[in-house]
């Protein structure tokens, strides 16, 4: 075998390598991006979670109001039926 024949053999198999090392970085720059993207989504959504707790508690906070208007508006009511029915005797 020439030493020409072992040098392009040796090239073409560097060549091959190189060929593999950029297929293996571009996986490794895809993956990498998605594991971006995944966690920026993340971010996103616990934001988003916040955000519904913090309006859930509003929401429970004015139920609670109105609950409580509610219950002395029945008070009164019955208040007022309890003289009106005294005064209709």
């Given amino acids: 075998m020439s030493e020409a024949s072992k040098v392009e053999q040796a090239i073409s198999r560097f060549e091959t390598a190189l060929h593999k090392l950029e297929t293996s970085m571009v996986k490794i720059h895809e993956k990498g991006s998605q594991l971006t993207t995944s ?3 993340a971010d996103a959504l616990r934001a988003e979670q ?19 208007v509610n219950r002395r508006a029945v008070s009164r009511v019955d208040s007022a039926m309890t003289r009106i029915n005294k005064v209709l005797g």
């Fill in 39 to 41: 966690q920026g989504e």
């Fill in 50 to 68: 916040k955000k519904l707790s913090e309006e859930l508690n509003a929401v429970r906070g004015k139920a609670e109001e109105l609950a409580d």
